[in-house]
Nanobody, 124 residues
Framework: VQLQASGGGLVQPGGSLRLSCAAS????????IGWFHQAPGKEREGVSC????????YYADSVKGRFTISRDNAKNTVYLQMNSLKPEDTAAYYC??????????????????WGKGTQVTVSS
């Protein structure tokens, strides 16, 4: 059972990246999926999540209008499209799967699986 986050990299301010969260050993569609990030010296915080029940999505205020979370159940993968990136988006990004945790609070409690992080660096 594994979650693997990928797609990070170095991008200039205003640029875009698409992160992927792929699951092996279990069906991603059965779980709520969240993206979290942690910048150096800061606590990990929720970025976005998507529910398994009806695909409802939630976003941190800092990324609303710039990031989009989506899922492709056929590929057992969840994506985070990040546009108009800012230097303050620089962080390690993690995906996680859990049952019915996704809400506007973007809490990380109740996760069953965590993926290893992928680094996003926004710099000119």
């Amino acid at each position: 059972v594994q979650l693997q986050a990928s797609g990070g990299g170095l991008v200039q301010p205003g640029g875009s990246l698409r992160l992927s969260c792929a699951a092996s050993g279990f069906t991603l569609a059965d779980y709520d999926i969240g993206w979290f990030h942690q910048a150096p010296g800061k606590e990990r915080e929720g970025v976005s999540c998507i529910t398994s029940s009806d695909g409802s999505t939630y976003y941190a205020d800092s990324v609303k209008g710039r990031f989009t979370i989506s899922r492709d159940n056929a590929k057992n993968t969840v994506y985070l499209q990040m546009n108009s990136l800012k230097p303050e988006d620089t962080a390690a990004y993690y995906c996680a799967a859990g049952e019915e945790f996704c809400s506007s609070t973007l809490s990380e409690y109740g996760m069953d699986y965590w993926g290893k992080g992928t680094q996003v660096t926004v710099s000119s």
